[in-house]
C-alpha cells in the first residue's frame, strides 16, 4: 500500500506561482509512476501531469505545458508539481496519485492523496 500525503496549496494572485509536494511512503514500487491531477467545484477531475519513477519520463496536459513542471526526488520519496503563471482558471482542489503506469486516465492510479486546495485570484 502507498500513502501519499500533498502540501503546499494556497491562494495566490494570478500571475504567481505555487509549488505543490506530494510525499509518498509505504510499499513503492520501482515502477510507480505519479500523477498529478485537480477538479474544480462542477467539474471532473482533470489530468495535469505524470512522471515515472524510474527515469523520469514525463506527460503534460496541454493546458498546462510551458507553465507547470512536474519533478520528482526519489532519495525522498517525493514529487513535485512547480506551478508558474497561474491563472484563476487554474483554482482547483489539487491530488497527487500513485500508479502502475504513466497514463492521463485517473482511472489507471490506484492511490490518491487527500487533495490540497489552490486559489489563484484575478
Known amino acids: 500500500q502507498v500513502q501519499l500525503v500533498e502540501s503546499g496549496g494556497g491562494l495566490v494572485q494570478a500571475g504567481g506561482s505555487l509549488r505543490l509536494s506530494c510525499a509518498a511512503s509505504g510499499r513503492i514500487p520501482s515502477t510507480l509512476s505519479m500523477g498529478w491531477f485537480r477538479q474544480a467545484p462542477g467539474k471532473e477531475r482533470d489530468f495535469i501531469a505524470a512522471?515515472?519513477?524510474?527515469?523520469?519520463?514525463?506527460d503534460y496536459a496541454d493546458s498546462v505545458k510551458g507553465r507547470f513542471t512536474i519533478s520528482r526526488d526519489t532519495a525522498k520519496n517525493t514529487y513535485y508539481l512547480q506551478m508558474n503563471s497561474l491563472k484563476p482558471e487554474d483554482t482547483a482542489v489539487y491530488y497527487c496519485a500513485a500508479g502502475p503506469r504513466l497514463s492521463p486516465s485517473p482511472n489507471e492510479y490506484e492511490h490518491w492523496g487527500q487533495g490540497t486546495q489552490v486559489t489563484v485570484s484575478s
Open positions: 512522471i515515472m519513477r524510474f527515469g523520469g519520463r514525463t
